[in-house]
């Protein structure tokens, strides 16, 4: 075990990765000479020449389609976005090629890539900048989507990724690329997907979320510990595949439950998530489940607007009241 | 406006089995081709259909000439003729315009999604432009790979009008990667006109402004594009370096099914036109080389016709008889 920052797991996985497999290479805007905009290729360059560290253009389609058309004859490429508001440029090449070229091939074509980059929202950044857009890929079949909430588990899942043989949608949280932790030296240290951690445990309610959503979880459940409140924290890890049984069987000890997410809440994951708990458990719960999101506004620039539009642990904390009232 | 290639390879060059394959094989395609409408108001096949008549000498003066498997080739929706010329058996295109289990795809492709992995054959793509930044992911590995092989990525003019098109045109030139650019240059994107969809319509001009060198061909003339084809395959191999190559040429019949013969091409082109292109047919044109120089008879190209239509019925017999995918197959294949 060793002891660091989120963008540094992060790192490390695709150096031990990129150690592993020749195969395995990094494209992006500014991973190379410039050491990566988050800095999480820091290093990369020098360490694995500049084919295997990519700096590319501006330029979204060709960063998708270039990371796309590789995967397709047998390269395994990781292409960073610099933050998933920019992957918007390049919707067709994820949507209608990554996703789908293995489908329409009848199976004969594989498209092992990760895409992934910074998502998330604050710091003031506005509306198109400032965002998080999950279940536009949670969406689409073909796609897995990956949203690690602790440094070990960036290191963990993104190893994963790699290795998967499927197109890879893998959202950091660039609020959490700071965030430091326990992380295993183990080079075959993975995280499998599809298996959702419990954070804390409890008796009265589950919480469920995933990236950031997890730390204001877990800091409302401190609080609401306080008033002998215990939650049951679920950190998703991996929005497809889901792990819904981990899901189901926390609800059905605690028979309430909370989504939360910051993304807008109309049509969103929390929306299908809450929408499986009531169809699955349906008798188990003792109220409604409780759904906190990002407010249905492009994120607006002014403090107090930002402020009012995020999700905070006290959004959770009177969802968790309402639920048990 | 740059040049356009009329150059055509010594006689000397040329043999007789060769260009005798290269004939059948452009038959082949109008054969096949000319059965898909017909097997459409059957209600056989179903989706859009994109035919390729009048443009086949694009393919097979190209495709032949590539090292397959090794090379890769991608193209659009108008992807019968080059399945065809990767060797993707007629049985298994017509099996999957036919939406069969013993189609090339599985039956989960259709017309714009023929596939032939093994054979080089990386697919049709049903987006306009939508290959060209794949092409240049393929470009980068073979390049990482090292092995000295190409990626050739059709296209058409209306491609030249997408913005993903200039990013992978930009990158390709940049990188300096080992991919052939084919444009299709039938002169319609759809029903829209060259000149009424770009102020500046030499496409050769626009690759060269990404860095890539290029020029203009007749595609209405196998052997010109033939011998086109292997002087940048040969630059290719030997630089490592992107070329571009302009097709001229002209597609007979609609854009797809909902464009037919007796419809809505009307309104964009004239009978006339159509006719005049047609005087320019590859297939003649290579039947008149070959019959000039001793290498074909008219009772041989008659022989050579009756065998490539029984082979097109031979595959639509195939494809009748060929059962439907199964319903537990709806689920597999979206994840590998």
Redesign the interface.
């Known amino acids: 075990m060793a002891t660091m920052r989120y963008q540094q797991a992060l790192r490390l996985a695709m150096t031990e990765e990129m150690e592993r497999d020749p195969n395995v ?1 990094l494209c992006g805007e500014e991973v190379g000479q410039y050491q990566g905009t988050y800095r999480v290729s820091e290093g990369m360059l020098q360490k694995f020449g500049p ?1 295997r560290i ?1 700096d ?2 501006i ?4 960063i ?12 395994r ?1 990781i292409a960073e976005f610099m933050t998933w508001s920019f992957a918007l440029e390049a919707m ?2 994820l949507v ?2 990554a996703a789908k ?12 890539v990760v895409f992934r980059g910074p998502a998330g929202v604050g710091t003031q950044l506005s509306a198109q900048h400032s965002q998080s857009l999950e279940s536009w890929y949670a969406h689409t ?2 796609f ?1 989507v990956v949203m690690p909430a602790t440094p070990a588990d960036a290191k963990g899942l993104l190893k994963t990724a790699i290795r998967d ?2 197109p890879i949608i893998f959202m950091e949280h660039a609020g959490l690329y700071g965030t430091q932790g326990e992380v295993p030296d183990d080079p075959e240290f993975m995280v499998p997907f599809g298996q959702a951690a419990i954070r804390r445990e409890g008796g009265d309610i589950t919480l469920i979320s995933y990236s950031r959503g997890v730390q204001l979880c877990l800091k409302a459940a401190e609080t609401l510990a306080k008033d002998k409140i215990e939650c049951e924290v679920i950190d998703l890890r991996t929005l497809v595949p889901l792990d819904m049984e981990t899901v189901l069987a926390s609800v059905r000890k605690t028979h309430h439950a909370v989504v939360a997410q910051e993304e807008w809440r109309n049509v969103s994951f929390g929306s299908e998530l809450s929408a499986r708990i009531h169809e699955q458990a349906f008798d188990d719960l003792d109220a409604p489940v409780g759904r906190v999101g990002g407010a249905d506004v492009p994120m607006p620039y002014a403090k107090n607007l930002e402020r009012a539009a995020i999700p905070t642990d006290n959004d959770i904390i009177a969802a968790v009241k309402r639920a048990l009232a | 406006m740059a040049k356009t290639t009329v150059e055509r390879p010594a006689e000397d060059d040329i043999q007789r089995g060769e260009l005798l394959d290269l004939y059948r094989l452009m038959l082949l395609m109008r054969r096949l081709e000319e059965s898909v409408y017909r097997k459409f108001h059957e209600a056989k096949i179903g989706g859009y259909l994109h035919r390729y008549d009048g443009q086949e000498a694009l393919v097979a003066g190209v495709i032949p000439q590539l090292r397959l498997p090794g090379d890769y080739v991608l193209c659009t929706y108008r992807d019968h003729a080059h399945a065809l010329a990767c060797g993707t058996e007629p049985k298994a295109i017509m099996a999957e315009l036919m939406g069969r289990a013993t189609g090339c795809a599985l039956g989960k492709g259709g017309s714009m999604h023929l596939t032939d992995p093994e054979r080089g054959f990386l697919g049709g793509d049903g987006i306009v432009g939508g290959p060209v930044p794949v092409s240049l992911g393929v470009g980068y590995a073979l390049k990482y790979k090292g092995e000295g092989n190409i990626c050739v990525c059709y296209f058409g003019d209306g491609a030249m009008n997408q913005g993903g098109v200039h990013e992978a045109f930009n990158m390709v030139g940049l990188y300096k990667l080992p991919v052939l650019y084919i444009l299709e240059n039938n002169q319609f994107a759809m029903g829209t006109s060259v000149e009424r969809s770009t102020g500046q319509p030499d496409f050769v001009l626009k690759a060269q402004a990404h860095g890539i060198a290029g020029e203009r061909v007749d595609g209405m003339d196998l052997l010109t594009v033939r011998e086109a084809a292997n002087r940048a395959i040969a630059r290719i191999r030997e630089t490592g370096e992107a070329y571009f190559l302009e097709m001229t040429c002209y597609r007979y019949v609609g854009h797809g099914i909902g464009d037919d013969n007796t419809g809505g091409h009307k309104t964009y082109r004239t009978e006339e036109e159509v006719a005049e292109w047609r005087l320019r047919d590859p297939i003649h044109r290579l039947r008149d080389t070959m019959e000039a120089r001793g290498f074909l008879t008219a009772e041989q190209a008659e022989a050579i016709d009756r065998e490539v239509v029984a082979e097109v019925e031979e595959a639509i017999a195939f494809a009748e008889a060929s059962p439907e995918p199964p319903l537990d197959s709806l689920y597999e294949n979206v994840y590998s």
């Open positions: 290479f084919q990519v590319t253009p330029s979204e389609i060709g998708a389609g270039m990371a796309t058309g590789a995967a397709m004859v047998g390269l490429p067709d090449q209608n090629h070229i293995t489908y329409m091939s009848g199976g004969r074509i594989h498209c092992p079949p073909g897995k043989n499927n």
